[in-house]
């Protein structure tokens, strides 16, 4: 089954740091570029960050530039994304889907794959 999960979220208080994983199974994450989506309630979904497949490039948006930082392992099909310095405003569910990753942003891509989502919540 082709899938992607994400885990990793929980409680942090506002100045904490979070690392969430994104796994794949079915097929070869190596492939393809991932990105990281959130959406706060009541919000739009948001793309943050994106790495391309081979880690040559990624993208950052500016409200997480300098505190989240994405990496991935390809032999182990995960893709990772280490949020520093957490605010209230971080608060969401935070969702991984293959995406095409350039130097200026997200694009969707063939696959489309997404997570079910995994819920970050900061406060004290």
């Known amino acids: 089954q082709v899938q992607l999960v994400e885990s990793g979220g929980g409680l942090v208080q506002p100045g904490g740091s979070l690392t969430l994983s994104c796994t794949a199974s079915g097929f070869d994450l190596g492939t393809y570029g991932v990105a990281w989506f959130r959406q706060a309630p009541g919000k739009e979904r948001e793309g943050i960050s994106c790495v391309n497949y081979n880690s040559e490039t990624t993208y950052y948006t500016n409200s997480v530039k300098g505190r989240f930082s994405i990496s991935r392992d390809n032999a182990k099909n995960m893709v990772y994304l280490q949020m520093n310095s957490l605010k209230p405003e971080d608060a969401a569910v935070y969702y991984c889907?293959?995406?095409?990753?350039?130097?200026?942003?997200?694009?969707?891509?063939?696959?489309?794959?997404w997570g079910q989502g995994t819920l970050v919540t900061v406060s004290s």
């Open positions: 889907a293959t995406s095409v990753c350039v130097q200026r942003g997200i694009w969707p891509d063939a696959l489309n794959k």
